[in-house]
């Protein structure tokens, strides 16, 4: 019901930044949460940072400091803003928003951080 798409990905050498983008459509009334997961190859999809409806906001702990969630409501866009980045980094990046417990997820957009 929600349609997600990112944008924002590529390479970046280690101690770069970039800015990942996720703009939402379709059924986007009452999304309790929209958040980033990323998975690497041979790896589990994992949660990087979430917000919540109501502005809170929570980061895995490998990401705490470097990045920061933020969401512009008028836009139905939410960011991940990724500093300091390094290797372990690498990964698919995607887009999740939640509306109770179904979960809409974007396409993915890799980021790829070089050593």
């Known amino acids: 019901q929600v349609q997600l798409v990112e944008s924002g990905g590529g390479l970046v050498q280690a101690g770069g930044s970039l800015r990942l983008s996720c703009s939402a459509s379709?059924?986007?009334?009452?999304?309790?949460?929209m958040g980033w997961y990323r998975q690497a190859p041979g790896n589990k999809r994992e949660l990087v940072a979430a917000?919540?409806?109501?502005?809170?906001?929570n980061y895995a702990d490998s990401v705490k400091g470097r990045f920061t969630i933020s969401r512009d409501n008028a836009k139905n866009t939410v960011y991940l803003q990724m500093n300091n980045l390094k290797p372990e980094d690498t990964a698919v990046y995607y887009c999740?928003?939640?509306?109770?417990?179904?979960?809409?997820w974007g396409q993915g957009t890799q980021v790829t951080v070089s050593s």
């Open positions: 917000i919540t409806s109501g502005g809170s906001t």
């Open positions: 379709g059924t986007i009334f009452s999304v309790n949460a």
């Open positions: 999740n928003a939640r509306r109770g417990l179904s979960d809409s």
